[in-house]
């Protein structure tokens, strides 16, 4: 199995937002299998940034800092099963009724289980992701 910093530069060479709920899968599975930390969020993302053909990234953005909070809330949560039904209902819904990203989907679904400590069910999850 390659390191998730690894998988991190394979990702990174893509360049395209769309590939981000690809690496929170990747991260949640490492951290599952205990490979990474939260603390290694910021790390992670900066390889993932680095490896798209940047070589200087500006950390001290607010955008830059807000990515790896996001990416720390999926780290934290260790549910890559999670992510995989957030990906489903995320499909369920048509482009009008979804309020964000896949991956921002899975960020807020990380963020309630590691907030309220329980997985969100299938109506919080729809809650989650549909536009109110």
């Known amino acids: ?35 990474i930390q939260a603390e290694q969020a910021n790390e992670l993302f900066h390889t993932y940034k680095t490896k798209g053909g940047k070589v ?30 957030v990906t489903k209902v995320y499909q369920t819904l048509g482009p009008s009724e979804r309020k964000g990203s896949l991956y921002d989907a899975m960020v807020e679904a990380s963020r309630f289980l590691v907030t309220r400590g329980t997985r969100p069910g299938a109506r919080n999850l729809r809650q989650l992701i549909k536009k109110k």
């Open 1 to 35: 199995m390659p390191s998730i910093h690894k998988v991190a530069t394979d990702i990174g060479q893509y360049r395209d937002v769309s590939i981000m709920p690809q690496l929170a899968v990747a991260a949640a599975t490492a951290a599952k299998r205990g490979e």
């Open 56 to 85: 200087w990234v500006d950390t001290e953005t607010t955008s830059y800092r807000v990515q790896c909070s996001k990416l720390r809330q999926i780290i934290k949560a260790k549910d890559p099963a999670l992510l995989d039904e």
